[in-house]
Every structure is written in structure tokens, then in C-alpha cells.
């Protein structure tokens, strides 16, 4: 069975079906929602942590 990664997936649902060849352009704006969602995904970690920290005291 075929399987498909996280990146893969955001990759297929952000980008032209039409596009042969990614542009420099299009790369970059995929690598920067990339970091971005990165950065969020640590951020909601680091406060799901503080609060359970916070819930144990």
C-alpha cells in the first residue's frame, strides 16, 4: 500500500497541479510554511507542557 508523508500531503493540497517543475519561488514558500507551521507545532507544545506543569502544583 502506497503511503503518503505529512509533507507530501501539505505539498499536494498547497500546490498547482499544473506546475511540471517547482519554481525557486514556490520552493521557498513551501519551505517557509514549513518552518512556520514547525515553529507553531513547538510553541502549542511548549504551552500544553507549562499547563500540565502548572496542573500538577
Not at 9 to 35: C, G, M, N, W
Request: glycine share 0%; no cysteine; hydrophobic share 30%.
Amino acid at each position: 500500500m502506497y503511503e503518503i508523508n505529512y509533507n507530501q500531503a501539505e505539498d499536494t493540497l498547497y500546490d498547482s497541479p499544473f506546475e511540471t517543475v517547482q519554481s525557486t519561488r514556490s520552493h521557498s514558500a513551501i519551505a517557509k510554511r514549513r518552518a512556520i507551521k514547525a515553529r507553531i507545532d513547538q510553541i502549542n507544545e511548549q504551552r500544553e507542557l507549562r499547563k500540565l506543569i502548572e496542573d500538577s502544583y
